[in-house]
């Protein structure tokens, strides 16, 4: 009989990306403390103060910022689960950053270039309206900058978990369950079927309904992997 698996109980787990462990406050994030200074600089401080008082108690995932009240709590495991062990003893992917200094700055930048420029149109001040037109070009494109890394740390998180689903259709077997992607990479049902859904390409991975009307998801790469053998 194989040893329980024993987690502490304060452990959460993050819906979005996966991670396990504790929230962090929520303004020890860089870009937090970005957003609390733009919006100081930008309300005479009022803003800034109320972003504070709102804020100072909430936790995050230390890893893609989500609200940690959205985590799930990580339940012990009393019985040998060697899939689950799998997973879990992946190591962390470092993943990209999300771009929200960037943004956030580009969002700044903005707004102070369209100030410029509704000054130099009143004060027909036409200096005010160049300097705030290329003020304002350089925060798009650094706001658009900043986008792009959020793309790419989504995309980043995706496709860990993708991994993870590929890992754990190895260990089934070659067939999983929306319910079963569900609990073993503690999603939300939803959540676990969109993957799915989105990996299904109809070759390497497809969907069928089962005689008692149950959806799952075969891998047949993995499925016949057995039956293959040299050259075929």
């Not at 969002?107 to 037109?133: H, P, Q, Y």
């Amino acid at each position: 009989m194989g040893m329980a698996i024993a987690r502490p109980s304060g452990l959460r787990r993050c819906p979005r990306c996966t991670y396990q462990g504790e929230g962090m406050p929520y303004f020890r994030r860089t870009g937090h403390v970005g957003l609390l200074v733009a919006a100081s600089l930008a309300t005479y401080g009022f803003g800034g103060l109320v972003y504070w008082l709102a804020r100072r108690r909430h936790l995050v995932c230390p890893r893609c910022g989500l609200g940690w009240e959205n985590a799930s709590r990580a339940l012990a495991v009393t019985g040998p689960e060697p899939e689950r062990r799998l997973i879990e003893q992946e190591p962390d992917e470092k993943l990209p950053s999300s771009g929200l200094k960037r943004r956030v700055l580009g969002t700044s930048m903005v707004l102070f270039a369209s100030l410029l420029v509704l000054i130099g149109f009143v004060e027909w001040e036409m200096a005010a309206v160049a300097v705030g037109s290329v003020l304002g070009g350089g925060g798009s494109l650094t706001f658009y900058w900043g986008w792009q890394g959020l793309q790419a740390r989504q995309t980043a998180i995706m496709h860990g978990i993708q991994r993870k689903i590929l890992k754990l259709a190895a260990a089934k077997g070659g067939t999983l369950t929306v319910t079963e992607v569900a609990a073993d990479l503690n999603l939300a049902l939803p959540a676990a079927e969109q993957i799915l859904t989105s990996m299904d390409d109809g070759f390497r991975i497809r969907s069928d309904i089962s005689a008692e009307g149950v959806i799952y998801y075969e891998f047949p790469e993995i499925l016949h992997r057995r039956e293959l053998g040299p050259g075929d």
